[in-house]
């Protein structure tokens, strides 16, 4: 058994047996091992003409010298094992090797810039080996009490932690974790046989509650880890979420081991070949955590304000699916759950009613509002259902008459009460005419809208009601409401104005921060959808590249370049003359839409802003959702505008 509690049934490398192959070569008589052929030749020669005379004198030396060589051996096993049995026994037994793992230090995580966001700073634990304490009772609880005095517990705690296995127990014993740098140097100018201080690397965060829910957390290995994987020890750190659990293997590292052979009184008898730690590969990302910092303590601000319980912002670079900020607000403490947090701060993060553990830019689900325009107008273009010629009127409501009782109407109201006037698809996206995407998306008297089949089609495409593969557990896939599902859920057919809800984003549909970012992307990049990644490269400790990440193409075409175009025109008309003319004061052109998304039976409304720029070469897509924020175009556009003016001062546009 080990330093740390790991029993051993053999030795380290006992797993590989030699083989030892027979090699014995028969010597038949010659006339029974030749052929027909061979006897003749045989016959040719006399054999001692063949086979030199051997000389029997040289050979009794050699068998006599052999006797006496056994005989010796012989006499030397007999007093070895008899004479001196026990006292090799005793000595034998008394001798064990000592395992001492060489932790590997655990992989640093980097921004796309090389800014340390996850590290690691010496943390200090004191353990003892109870078998080489000192055998004196009276000096052994003396030693109790100077470790009591020294870490500022009991007397009886130390006895109790120390002797839980008994004394003679030559496993490692964790006293105390992560003890105060003070007391582990005044620990160490006291000589107490047994007991020592363990210099580990423990995590630390450099972007702490901003980059919690992306970096995630470690905690302690568990039983059944270990149970699985040999290459972890009891003391060591494990990636819990984020990129600190979906990159384990490649962060952790491999430890080395340190082996030593030693007597009973603990003296070293003999030193054997340690094993080198190998230590973890280190990860650069595609943040930027200056961004990220200033993403999430925006989202923050707004918590509080009106009926504001949280948000999300996702920046992506639209041509390879680099994610540059993923933030969710509230957030928790990377820090303070890596170190080991208590029973009581763990229950208070779960029963928090505005959820700091629920990672809202990826597993959030809620309706797009009318962001999603730029889905309805796709399908809308693309079936041909209407073209940027045509026209409606935009009034501020559509009456519906019930198809089995004319004496019921139906109202549906736009959110200008008032109307917008006579719009296009281009106009529609820049005012966020509802009316119009009621009449294309549903139909409306003799005009023939989408239907909610097509629709279901054109948001597939966009990878809405699907995941799209981001390299951090917890995503969701959004959804998409269908006839069947609502007869299978509710027992109710599908109406018109469900038509008319779903082409709006409002109702049953949703979608998280993370898709209506990248299908905003799509039509920056041409109608591409990429696969979204944090992952930029792997480097060793000298910075070299071990493994570098490439865009991965998750859909092509999914709309024509000319519809794609008239889209694009809408989005930038949204900044013109639109619902987010404060987008106007950026540094660059930007190209966006509002949405504002009902809930809670229509009594409150999460904000959206989803944009691109520039709009004459996209390199940014940005997505800003505040949870119960209110109108788009005043809670989530202007943290959009301050994100956007940030990226381009520190990255000028190319």
């Given at each position: 058994?080990?330093?740390?509690?790991?029993?051993?049934?053999?030795?380290?490398?006992?797993?590989?047996?030699?083989?030892?192959?027979?090699?014995?070569?028969?010597?038949?008589?010659?006339?029974?091992?030749?052929?027909?052929?061979?006897?003749?030749?045989?016959?040719?020669?006399?054999?001692?003409?063949?086979?030199?005379?051997?000389?029997?004198?040289?050979?009794?030396?050699?068998?006599?010298?052999?006797?006496?060589?056994?005989?010796?051996?012989?006499?030397?096993?007999?007093?070895?094992?008899?004479?001196?049995?026990?006292?090799?026994?005793?000595?034998?037994?008394?001798?064990?090797?000592?395992?001492?793992?060489?932790?590997?230090?655990?992989?640093?995580?980097?921004?796309?810039?090389?800014?340390?966001?996850?590290?690691?700073?010496?943390?200090y634990d004191m353990l003892v080996v109870p078998a080489l304490m000192d055998k004196n009772t009276e000096e052994k609880y003396d030693n109790y009490r100077s470790i009591a005095e020294i870490l500022g517990i009991e007397t009886?705690?130390?006895?109790?932690?120390?002797?839980?296995?008994?004394?003679?127990?030559?496993?490692?014993?964790?006293?105390?974790?992560?003890?105060?740098?003070?007391?582990?140097?005044?620990?160490?100018?006291?000589?107490?046989?047994?007991?020592?201080?363990?210099?580990?690397?423990?995590?630390?965060?450099?972007?702490?509650?901003?980059?919690?829910?992306?970096?995630?957390?470690?905690?302690?290995?568990?039983?059944?880890?270990?149970?699985?994987?040999?290459?972890?020890?009891?003391?060591?750190?494990?990636g819990r979420s984020g990129l600190e659990s979906y990159y384990e293997s490649e962060l952790k590292g491999v430890n080395g081991a340190d082996y030593r052979i030693v007597d009973a009184a603990g003296r070293t008898v003999s030193v054997l070949t340690p094993r080198d730690s190998l230590p973890g590969e280190n990860l650069v990302t595609t943040l930027d955590v200056d961004l990220q910092k200033m993403a999430y303590e925006e989202i923050k601000a707004k918590i509080g304000q009106g009926d504001t319980t949280g948000g999300a912002v996702v920046i992506s670079n639209p041509n390879t699916g680099e994610i540059i900020t993923l933030a969710s607000a509230p957030s928790f403490s990377a820090e303070q759950m890596s170190q080991g947090i208590s029973e009581e701060d763990y229950t208070a993060l779960l029963n928090d009613k505005n959820l700091p553990l629920f990672n809202r830019a990826i597993a959030g689900e809620y309706p797009p509002g009318s962001t999603f325009k730029i889905v309805t107008a796709s399908a809308i273009l693309s079936e041909k259902v209407a073209g940027i010629d045509d026209y409606v009127v935009d009034t501020g409501s559509l009456r519906i008459v019930n198809k089995y009782d004319p004496n019921i109407v139906y109202v549906f109201w736009g959110w200008n009460h008032s109307g917008l006037g006579s719009v296009n698809v281009v106009d529609a996206l820049a005012l966020s005419s509802d009316i119009y995407f009621y009449i294309y998306g549903g139909g409306y008297e003799d005009k023939v809208g989408l239907g909610i089949d097509r629709l279901k089609a054109y948001a597939e495409k966009y990878m809405l009601s699907k995941k799209l593969g981001i390299d951090i557990d917890g995503e969701r896939p959004g959804f998409i409401p269908t006839p069947d599902w609502k007869n299978n859920t509710f027992g109710e057919e599908w109406y018109l104005g469900d038509d008319y809800n779903t082409a709006i984003g409002q109702g049953d549909i949703l979608a998280t921060p993370l898709q209506v970012n990248f299908y905003t992307a799509a039509i920056a990049n041409g109608g591409k959808i990429y696969r979204p990644h944090l992952m930029q490269r792997l480097v060793d400790k000298d910075k070299k590249t071990i493994m570098e990440i490439q865009p991965e193409l998750l859909k092509d075409n999914i709309i024509d370049m000319e519809n794609i175009g008239i889209i694009r025109t809408g989005l930038e008309a949204v900044t013109d003359n639109g619902t987010a003319k404060i987008l106007q004061s950026a540094i660059v052109k930007v190209a966006g839409k509002t949405g504002t998304a009902q809930f809670d039976n229509n009594t409150k409304e999460h904000a959206w802003y989803t944009c691109y720029a520039p709009v004459d070469n996209p390199q940014i897509a940005v997505t800003v959702m505040a949870e119960g924020g209110g109108e788009g175009s005043d809670a989530a556009a202007p943290i959009a505008l301050k994100l956007i003016n940030k990226y381009f001062e520190k990255y000028p546009p190319s």
């Amino acid at each position: 058994m080990d330093f740390f509690g790991n029993k051993y049934n053999s030795l380290p490398g006992d797993e590989k047996k030699r083989v030892i192959k027979k090699n014995w070569q028969e010597i038949d008589s010659w006339e029974g091992n030749l052929s027909s052929d061979d006897k003749l030749l045989s016959n040719q020669k006399d054999i001692s003409e063949i086979v030199p005379e051997r000389n029997f004198i040289n050979l009794s030396v050699i068998y006599a010298v052999g006797i006496v060589l056994f005989l010796i051996l012989g006499v030397r096993l007999w007093q070895l094992q008899i004479v001196k049995g026990a006292e090799s026994l005793e000595k034998a037994e008394g001798n064990i090797i000592h395992i001492k793992t060489t932790y590997a230090p655990r992989g640093v995580i980097y921004d796309r810039n090389e800014n340390i966001l996850a590290g690691n700073e010496a943390r200090y634990d004191m353990l003892v080996v109870p078998a080489l304490m000192d055998k004196n009772t009276e000096e052994k609880y003396d030693n109790y009490r100077s470790i009591a005095e020294i870490l500022g517990i009991e007397t009886t705690k130390v006895r109790e932690v120390v002797e839980a296995e008994g004394v003679n127990n030559w496993n490692e014993v964790v006293i105390a974790k992560n003890i105060p740098r003070e007391q582990a140097l005044l620990f160490k100018t006291r000589n107490i046989p047994g007991f020592f201080v363990e210099d580990i690397a423990s995590r630390k965060y450099y972007c702490n509650e901003e980059c919690a829910h992306v970096i995630g957390y470690t905690g302690q290995v568990s039983e059944d880890e270990l149970a699985k994987d040999d290459q972890y020890q009891p003391i060591d750190q494990v990636g819990r979420s984020g990129l600190e659990s979906y990159y384990e293997s490649e962060l952790k590292g491999v430890n080395g081991a340190d082996y030593r052979i030693v007597d009973a009184a603990g003296r070293t008898v003999s030193v054997l070949t340690p094993r080198d730690s190998l230590p973890g590969e280190n990860l650069v990302t595609t943040l930027d955590v200056d961004l990220q910092k200033m993403a999430y303590e925006e989202i923050k601000a707004k918590i509080g304000q009106g009926d504001t319980t949280g948000g999300a912002v996702v920046i992506s670079n639209p041509n390879t699916g680099e994610i540059i900020t993923l933030a969710s607000a509230p957030s928790f403490s990377a820090e303070q759950m890596s170190q080991g947090i208590s029973e009581e701060d763990y229950t208070a993060l779960l029963n928090d009613k505005n959820l700091p553990l629920f990672n809202r830019a990826i597993a959030g689900e809620y309706p797009p509002g009318s962001t999603f325009k730029i889905v309805t107008a796709s399908a809308i273009l693309s079936e041909k259902v209407a073209g940027i010629d045509d026209y409606v009127v935009d009034t501020g409501s559509l009456r519906i008459v019930n198809k089995y009782d004319p004496n019921i109407v139906y109202v549906f109201w736009g959110w200008n009460h008032s109307g917008l006037g006579s719009v296009n698809v281009v106009d529609a996206l820049a005012l966020s005419s509802d009316i119009y995407f009621y009449i294309y998306g549903g139909g409306y008297e003799d005009k023939v809208g989408l239907g909610i089949d097509r629709l279901k089609a054109y948001a597939e495409k966009y990878m809405l009601s699907k995941k799209l593969g981001i390299d951090i557990d917890g995503e969701r896939p959004g959804f998409i409401p269908t006839p069947d599902w609502k007869n299978n859920t509710f027992g109710e057919e599908w109406y018109l104005g469900d038509d008319y809800n779903t082409a709006i984003g409002q109702g049953d549909i949703l979608a998280t921060p993370l898709q209506v970012n990248f299908y905003t992307a799509a039509i920056a990049n041409g109608g591409k959808i990429y696969r979204p990644h944090l992952m930029q490269r792997l480097v060793d400790k000298d910075k070299k590249t071990i493994m570098e990440i490439q865009p991965e193409l998750l859909k092509d075409n999914i709309i024509d370049m000319e519809n794609i175009g008239i889209i694009r025109t809408g989005l930038e008309a949204v900044t013109d003359n639109g619902t987010a003319k404060i987008l106007q004061s950026a540094i660059v052109k930007v190209a966006g839409k509002t949405g504002t998304a009902q809930f809670d039976n229509n009594t409150k409304e999460h904000a959206w802003y989803t944009c691109y720029a520039p709009v004459d070469n996209p390199q940014i897509a940005v997505t800003v959702m505040a949870e119960g924020g209110g109108e788009g175009s005043d809670a989530a556009a202007p943290i959009a505008l301050k994100l956007i003016n940030k990226y381009f001062e520190k990255y000028p546009p190319s």
